[in-house]
Each structure stands twice: as structure tokens, then as C-alpha cells.
């Protein structure tokens, strides 16, 4: 079964003009159209369940699973069909029907990774060296403080993408209440600001300090420099770290915005919620964002009482290493890469070892 964008091919896209994409899509377009949803036949679900037991038999480590350890063949088309718009054309899946519910926490963790294998590789998502994440309330009470990530909290969350291509999440329990999950294409949104105050768009094609929220490169400064708006090889890639941008302040010796850069920041907000598709997490949805295309951001959450129904969402951050070209500016978020690098390696910091922890941590 496979996916199929309706949205106007693709054209090259170059600054000073609107740009034609199919990942410029309107919240209208995802209601009216929901070939971006998509649902595990009974079959498939078989497939899934005796990869991940014969996986469990095998007794690997997470970070030990290949794609010769296991057999999926109609399953894994489709996931492939769904990587094809993914990559090249939306920007955005909903996956759902993963047996969560009947797996154990173990089974669960190999059933994603195993989809997750089939959109990218895994990569580090923070200084402990993450490949496995997990969104959950920690008790970071604030984003304020440059140590807390906003995953960590049940916060609502500032409009962002990952630093990496794709960004898969898997519901293990909701939230009591709260919790929506929000995206908007940053590509509709470019044209929307290119319409309505071209300066402003123009703006965001400048190079823009960014703080690193002390997870440090070896030999990299605290900050680094990357535009919003980035042309390369006939691709507009958006980078929006609104919350990064406004922090890099703290740090005096970097230059202090100016009147049109804040509302340019400003309106770049303005228009992420009013472009904005919400949609709920169910227990079993895997959601999958190609972060150069859009942004998501989420609702602020309420808990149930017992920490075994707390919400959890399992994290990939992943790479494509056939992905979007890049400006080569996307560089400077990392330490020291050759030029043969795909600039989406997450989060690097000296002495990071990898890991796949099964609970929040």
C-alpha cells in the first residue's frame, strides 16, 4: 500500500520567491486529505510481532539490531513507501496499531527500533549519549534554565525542530489530559512570511546565534551560527529553535538582536501557531517528522498518579544519509566533521558514550 502526496511537484526553490514543494502543506491539507495516517493491517502486526520475538530470542542489545536479524517483507515495503513521503514529499507519517499495550517495555523498545531502522540511523539526542530517548516529565519545572531540556517537562513547548532529519516518536501511555501534538510546515510558513513581509523572511536567511544549552563540542564555543531559512542545491531546508535563538543572549559578548531580527522572531511565532495542525497521541502511534520541512511543538500535559501510567513517548532522533542537501552551514552545529559528514548527527560532546535506556533517565 502505498503513499501518495497529492500536493504540486516539487520545483527548485531559491530565495525571492514563493517556493513549490509538497512539504508546503496548510492545516486544511492534512484534514482534507489523510493519506498521511496510517493504520497497521492485521497482517502487518503479525510480521512485527514475530520479528521482535525472534529478536528477544536472539538476546542483543538494542544498539546490536540489524536488519538481517529479522524478516518483515510486506511491512517493511510499506514502511519504506512511507519513508518516500516522508523524505521527499510531506514531511510528516502517523503510524498506528503498534501492540504496545500487549508488549512488555523490552518489546515494545525492539518493535521501534526495528521501524525506526527502516526511516534512518540512530543518533545521539543529548549529552548522555541517548539513541534511545524518552519524552517524559522529569520535574524540569522551566525551560529557563539552560539545563533543562523540554522534553524533560510537562511543559508546553516553544515551536522547534531536532537537530537531526527525522524525529519518530512512540506513545507508550498519553497523558491524563493535554499533550497535543502540533506541527506546521516551516516550508507553507516561509511563503506565508515571504507574502506578507518578504523583509522579514529575508531576514532569517542571515546567520543567527543559537545557544547550545551547555551539550558542547569539543572545541566549540557555548553558541554556534545558523540562519532559519536555508537555500542549498534547489532545496529550502528551515531550522526554528526559537527558544535557543532568544537564550543565546545570555551570552554577553554575542551582539544583542536587533528591532527587525525580534520581529522577525515574532512573527515567525505568530505564524507557527496560526498555521498549526494538532493532532492526539494515542497508545501505539508512532509519529515521524522530517525536522528541515516542519516544526511541532505540544501542549502542556497533566499526569495520572501512578508512575506506571505517567506519559511516555519513546524518541528516535535518526539520519538519512540519502536525505535533503544542506547548506553547509548546518556544520556549525557540529564539532569536527569532514565534508563527506551528513551535518544531522545529533548531540556530540567529549567522552559521549552511546546508550538505549528502557525508562526515562
Not at 501557531?273 to 517528522?289: P, S, W
Request: with cysteine; charged share 25%.
Amino acid at each position: 500500500m502505498q503513499s501518495k502526496s497529492k500536493s504540486k511537484a516539487k520545483q527548485p526553490a531559491f530565495p525571492g520567491a514563493s517556493v513549490v514543494d509538497p512539504a508546503a502543506w496548510s492545516a486544511s491539507d492534512l484534514e482534507a486529505d489523510k493519506d498521511w495516517v496510517h493504520q497497521l493491517l492485521d497482517s502487518e502486526i503479525a510480521e512485527l510481532d514475530a520479528a521482535v520475538r525472534k529478536i528477544e530470542e536472539k538476546d542483543v542489545s538494542l544498539l546490536e539490531i540489524r536488519a538481517e536479524l529479522y524478516e518483515m517483507p510486506d511491512l517493511s515495503q510499506r514502511l519504506m513507501n512511507i519513508r518516500q513521503d516522508l523524505i521527499e514529499g510531506r514531511g510528516l507519517a502517523l503510524l498506528r496499531g503498534v501492540p504496545v499495550a500487549d508488549f512488555t517495555r523490552l518489546q515494545s523498545a525492539i518493535a521501534f527500533w526495528i521501524i525506526g531502522q527502516h526511516f534512518g540511523d540512530p543518533v545521539s539526542q543529548n549529552a548522555k549519549g541517548h539513541l534511545l530517548g524518552h519524552v517524559a516529565d522529569l520535574g524540569g519545572t522551566t525551560l529557563k534554565n539552560p539545563t533543562n531540556r523540554g522534553y524533560q517537562t510537562r511543559e508546553t513547548l516553544p515551536y522547534h525542530c531536532d537537530s537531526c532529519d527525522v524525529v519518530g516518536l512512540l506513545c507508550l501511555h498519553p497523558a491524563k489530559s493535554g499533550g497535543e501534538s502540533l506541527v506546521t510546515s516551516s516550508i507553507h510558513l516561509y511563503n506565508q512570511m515571504f507574502e506578507r513581509a518578504p523583509d522579514l523572511a529575508e531576514e532569517l536567511t542571515k546567520p543567527i546565534f543559537r545557544d547550545r544549552r551547555n551539550e558542547i563540542p569539543e572545541g566549540r564555543d557555548p553558541w554556534f551560527i545558523l540562519p532559519v531559512f536555508n537555500f542549498a542545491e534547489g532545496h529550502l531546508s528551515v531550522s526554528w529553535q526559537g527558544g535557543y535563538i532568544r537564550s543565546a543572549q545570555r551570552f554577553e559578548k554575542l551582539p544583542r538582536h536587533s528591532p527587525k531580527l525580534v520581529r522577525a522572531i515574532e512573527m515567525f511565532t505568530e505564524l507557527a501557531n496560526e498555521l498549526a495542525y494538532g493532532m492526539d497521541f494515542r497508545q501505539g502511534d508512532i509519529q515521524f517528522l522530517h525536522n528541515h520541512v516542519t516544526i511541532h511543538s505540544r501542549t502542556e500535559f497533566q499526569d495520572y498518579a501512578e508512575p506506571e501510567r505517567r506519559r511516555n513517548l519513546l524518541r528516535f532522533w535518526l539520519s538519512t544519509p540519502d536525505g535533503r542537501p544542506l547548506s553547509p552551514a548546518y556544520f556549525n552545529r557540529y564539532g569536527n566533521l569532514t565534508p563527506n559528514d551528513r551535518p544531522s548527527g545529533g548531540v556530540l560532546v567529549p567522552g559521549i558514550k552511546f546508550s538505549a535506556p528502557l525508562y526515562p533517565e
